[in-house]
Nanobody, 126 residues
Framework: QLQLVESGGGLVQPGGSLRLSCAASGFTLDYYAIGWFRQAPGKEREGVSCISSSGGSKKYADSVKGRFTISRDNAKNTVYLQMNGLKPEDTAVYYC???????????????????WGQGTQVTVSS
């Protein structure tokens, strides 16, 4: 069964950090671009960051630039999202998704992603 599984979410105080992981099972992530998306209550799902299969190209939403870092370890079949300087407005369910090709508009073309994880909750609150 082909699936993505996110982990690493939780409750953190403003200014804190979390590292999310996106692990694949049933297929190899080497050939897939990976995107991180999030959905807050009452809001549409939005793109946060994405990375090409080689890791050489990365994109970030303006709201997270300078605070979040996407990376991948293909040997571990895992993609990470390091989140620093977390703010209450970062509270959301975070999803990872896999796309066979890296899109220039990878943060917005959600329909291009073939596989999605079930999501992990991130709550930023004091």
């Amino acid at each position: 069964q082909l699936q993505l599984v996110e982990s690493g979410g939780g409750l953190v105080q403003p200014g804190g950090s979390l590292r999310l992981s996106c692990a694949a099972s049933g297929f190899t992530l080497d050939y897939y671009a990976i995107g991180w998306f999030r959905q807050a209550p009452g809001k549409e799902r939005e793109g946060v960051s994405c990375i090409s299969s080689s890791g050489g190209s990365k994109k970030y939403a303006d709201s997270v630039k300078g605070r979040f870092t996407i990376s991948r370890d293909n040997a571990k079949n895992t993609v990470y999202l390091q989140m620093n300087g977390l703010k209450p407005e970062d509270t959301a369910v975070y999803y990872c998704a896999a796309d066979p090709s890296f899109q220039a508009m990878c943060l917005t073309v959600q329909h291009e992603y073939d596989y999605w994880g079930q999501g992990t909750q991130v709550t930023v609150s004091s």
